[in-house]
């Protein structure tokens, strides 16, 4: 593939004045408790409070509002059956623009009824025979659409990266940050972020235990491809790093942690009791890493990017209660 330009902090501040209109600036949230047990301070930027409730609105509609008016007039397509589904097809709503979404047909009934719901098309495909990545590119190409990939765009890497902007403005620099990762649009536009507001801040990518492709990219120093991971964290289970994203995460993350699905409910439990707040277990991602590396930032302070919460509520139920199913 080949690369387009990759963006800089100078495209952060443009993404952000592009979604700003459009965005919740989401909250900072702190917790003493947790403080005071850990020895640190953390910062949680809450995604899980964004429109559509998760971090990627910010990529989609940052993406969506640059098309020119041959693309809006022929619209967008997605494959996702997740965040970015939903993301996608609110931004296109917002701007006016056609969205066909490519989701398996035994995707979750409330995905299904959301992205539905912001008017988009959805065209339903069998995800044991049939691959999506094709069908986009065969919708794209038969009706002129564009695609909009999950991570892998240099536009949603930087209105992701507009998240962790707004962290840094609110708290002024920090020691370190802890990132949810997947295909690492967030990682990245994190890192664009912190480069250019806090230098001296250590940035990590966390991702699940079960899925290290991250890591082991890192340490291999070229993306590495594995199977789809058995895990909780739904938002998380990508195969690889995105191209685009790979050469931005590996000259400047500290470096990608890991977090298994149980360390991750503990966290889920740690939001509802102690913060009232419901993060799906992808969001958990950044705490869970947080907490592994307290040690190493005693008295200093932490932020953390809270990235997601779709749960479905009885899931989440399960999980609280202790069914790890
Ligand atoms: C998509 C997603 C992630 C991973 O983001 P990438 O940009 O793919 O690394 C993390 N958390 C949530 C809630 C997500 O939806």
Redesign the pocket.
């Given at each position: 593939m080949e690369l387009e330009q990759l963006p800089t902090y100078d495209d952060v501040i443009r993404a952000h004045e592009r979604i700003t209109p459009h965005a919740h600036r989401t909250p900072v949230m702190t917790s003493r408790l947790t403080d005071a047990e850990l020895g640190l301070s953390l910062y949680f930027k809450c995604?899980?409070l964004q429109r559509m409730g998760?971090?990627?609105f910010r990529?989609a509609f940052n993406a969506l509002s640059q098309f020119d008016a041959e693309q809006r007039r022929a619209g967008v397509v997605a494959y996702s059956s997740?965040?970015?589904a939903q993301a996608v097809a609110l931004s296109a709503a917002l701007l006016g623009i056609p969205a066909s979404i490519v989701m398996p047909h035994d995707a979750p009934a409330a995905k299904l009824a959301a992205t539905k719901g912001y008017g988009a098309d959805v065209v339903s495909y069998d995800r044991w025979s049939e691959d999506r990545e094709e069908i986009g590119r065969a919708l794209a190409k038969e009706r002129g659409l564009t695609l909009i990939p999950?991570?892998d765009h240099p536009h949603?890497m930087a209105g992701?990266g507009t998240a962790a902007k707004e962290l840094f403005e609110e708290t002024g620099p920090l020691d370190a940050l802890f990132v949810?990762?997947?295909?690492?649009?967030?990682?990245?536009?994190s890192l664009l972020s912190a480069g250019a507001l806090a230098p001296e801040c250590e940035v990590y990518?966390v991702e699940p235990e079960a899925g290290d492709d991250g890591r082991q990219s890192l340490r291999a120093g070229e993306i590495v491809h594995i199977d789809t991971p058995d895990t909780l964290?739904d938002?998380?289970q990508?195969q690889h790093l995105?191209a685009h994203?790979f050469p931005v995460i590996r000259d400047h993350v500290t470096d990608i942690v890991t977090a298994t699905d149980a360390q991750l409910v503990d966290c889920m439990r740690l939001f509802a009791s102690r913060m009232k707040t419901v993060v799906?277990p992808?969001?958990c991602?950044g705490l869970a890493g947080a907490r592994d590396l307290a040690e190493r930032y005693r008295g200093k302070r932490v932020g953390v990017i809270i990235?997601?919460?779709?749960v479905d509520l009885g899931r989440y139920a399960r999980l609280l209660a202790g069914d790890l199913g």
């Amino acid at each position: 593939m080949e690369l387009e330009q990759l963006p800089t902090y100078d495209d952060v501040i443009r993404a952000h004045e592009r979604i700003t209109p459009h965005a919740h600036r989401t909250p900072v949230m702190t917790s003493r408790l947790t403080d005071a047990e850990l020895g640190l301070s953390l910062y949680f930027k809450c995604e899980n409070l964004q429109r559509m409730g998760a971090f990627k609105f910010r990529g989609a509609f940052n993406a969506l509002s640059q098309f020119d008016a041959e693309q809006r007039r022929a619209g967008v397509v997605a494959y996702s059956s997740g965040n970015h589904a939903q993301a996608v097809a609110l931004s296109a709503a917002l701007l006016g623009i056609p969205a066909s979404i490519v989701m398996p047909h035994d995707a979750p009934a409330a995905k299904l009824a959301a992205t539905k719901g912001y008017g988009a098309d959805v065209v339903s495909y069998d995800r044991w025979s049939e691959d999506r990545e094709e069908i986009g590119r065969a919708l794209a190409k038969e009706r002129g659409l564009t695609l909009i990939p999950p991570y892998d765009h240099p536009h949603v890497m930087a209105g992701q990266g507009t998240a962790a902007k707004e962290l840094f403005e609110e708290t002024g620099p920090l020691d370190a940050l802890f990132v949810p990762l997947g295909g690492g649009g967030l990682l990245s536009g994190s890192l664009l972020s912190a480069g250019a507001l806090a230098p001296e801040c250590e940035v990590y990518g966390v991702e699940p235990e079960a899925g290290d492709d991250g890591r082991q990219s890192l340490r291999a120093g070229e993306i590495v491809h594995i199977d789809t991971p058995d895990t909780l964290a739904d938002g998380a289970q990508t195969q690889h790093l995105g191209a685009h994203p790979f050469p931005v995460i590996r000259d400047h993350v500290t470096d990608i942690v890991t977090a298994t699905d149980a360390q991750l409910v503990d966290c889920m439990r740690l939001f509802a009791s102690r913060m009232k707040t419901v993060v799906e277990p992808t969001g958990c991602l950044g705490l869970a890493g947080a907490r592994d590396l307290a040690e190493r930032y005693r008295g200093k302070r932490v932020g953390v990017i809270i990235s997601g919460g779709n749960v479905d509520l009885g899931r989440y139920a399960r999980l609280l209660a202790g069914d790890l199913g």
